[in-house]
């Protein structure tokens, strides 16, 4: 991840980029209620099914097209969103 971030901050220095990462101190997922979203967010997820059906319903739910959410899925229960 961090040579992506780089990779970003080259290739695109205007680019505002706030990430979130898990803590793996603390259980549980992390809350996306807490989560700036700016007017032109587009959010990009990976992680286990579980949190990002959470997240992305949360950012859905606080007003987030779901055309603006972009993820990566992996592990079972690929693809059940419902």
């Known amino acids: 991840m961090a040579?992506?971030?780089?990779q970003l901050a080259r290739t695109q220095p205007t680019r505002r980029i706030n990430l979130a990462h898990a803590d793996r101190?603390?259980?549980g997922f992390m809350n996306g209620d807490a989560l700036r979203?700016?007017?032109?967010?587009?959010?990009?997820?990976?992680g286990p099914f579980p949190f990002m059906h959470g997240i992305r319903a949360g950012l859905i739910r606080r007003g987030l097209g779901a055309e603006h959410i972009h993820y990566e899925v992996f592990g079972p229960g690929?693809?059940?969103w419902d």
Do not use: E, G
């Open 3 to 6: 040579a992506m971030l780089d």
């Open 25 to 27: 101190s603390q259980p």
């Open 37 to 46: 979203l700016p007017p032109d967010t587009t959010a990009y997820l990976c």
């Open 78 to 80: 690929m693809l059940d």
